[in-house]
């Protein structure tokens, strides 16, 4: 009876075609703000693209031959020496950016404050490449350089990545000015934040633990009064040792006052810990 109520998957191809789509959507946002926000005023805010910025201002490199000269060799590097399957996804991805570098070059710069340019070319880069991740492939560059790096070196991949990007900004410090390098710094907090919110959206909700005496009367209210599902779960106290069950609730944000509210009503003792849940899937909350 459950199975006839379930969604049937979407096709295989169609699948794919949304993927793929979503590559290539995302390279072209990630090519135009780098042309008409980052390039304009020299923000080298990371990455292979922040590597052409600097190339084309010492030697007038093209930057979208730079990128392709890069993108290609790390990312065979990386099926060689990771010995992964990165996916025709993420070589889409490698190989459409510069491409689309390239197509977008003649793009006259949207502001002429460079301040400008880093926010919103920072937002612009972090929405492509959230909208790349979102097809589940990457584009390439310095990720697979730090995925190298952690291979060989063991630091946690989390450092890697800042690595080359701090790398990065120094140099254009030094080539630039100390100013274009805190432009770069704040283009790059602009995208790691963009990404965030493609990625998980707006709509935190809270996953909130209550420890209390009264278990059942606060789950049937839960259930009754807030309509959300609840899970129990057994615990023990670390001082007592005693065994002490735990009730588990979802709620969004808007709810989460009428959840407090109600668990204080039924027991002022109650010990009561919130945390934000910034993706959730299931029955009342996103559809997977």
Avoid at 26 to 42: E, I, Q, T, W, Y
Avoid at 131 to 154: M, Y
Avoid at 227 to 232: A, H, L, M
Wanted: with cysteine; hydrophobic share 50%; glycine share 10%.
């Amino acid at each position: 009876m459950i199975a006839k109520y379930r969604r049937n998957p979407m096709p295989v191809w169609l699948v794919h075609v949304i993927e793929y789509s979503l590559v290539i959507i995302g390279a072209f946002f990630v090519a135009l703000a780098f042309n008409v926000f980052l390039l304009p005023h020299d923000i080298a805010s990371g990455g292979v693209a922040g590597i052409s910025t600097i190339t084309k201002s010492l030697f007038g490199w093209e930057p979208s031959i730079v990128q392709w000269a890069l993108n290609i060799p790390l990312f065979i590097s990386g099926v060689i020496i990771l010995g992964k399957n990165f996916g025709l996804k993420s070589l889409v991805g490698t190989v459409v950016l510069p491409f689309f570098v390239f197509l977008t070059r003649d793009f006259p710069p949207a502001t002429p404050d460079p301040l400008l340019g880093s926010i919103f070319g920072g937002m612009g880069v972090g929405l492509g490449l959230g909208i790349v991740f979102r097809g589940k492939a990457s584009t390439g560059g310095i990720d697979l350089a730090a995925q190298i790096l952690h291979k060989f070196t063991h630091l946690p991949l989390g450092v890697c990545v800042p690595i080359f990007d701090g790398m990065i900004v120094l140099t254009a410090t030094f080539v630039f000015s100390v100013e274009e390098g805190l432009y770069a710094l704040i283009g790059l907090f602009v995208t790691s934040r963009t990404i965030d919110f493609v990625q998980v959206g707006l709509n935190t909700s809270k996953n909130v633990l209550i420890i209390t005496d009264y278990t059942e009367d606060i789950r049937r209210a839960l259930l009754q009064d807030v309509d959300r599902g609840v899970t129990v779960l057994n615990g023990t106290g670390g001082y007592t040792e005693q065994e002490r069950r735990i009730v588990m609730c979802v709620v969004a944000q808007n709810e989460f006052t009428k959840l407090t509210q109600l668990v204080k009503r039924i027991d002022p003792q109650a010990f009561v810990v919130a945390m934000n849940a910034t993706e959730v899937l299931g029955e009342g909350f996103k559809n997977h």
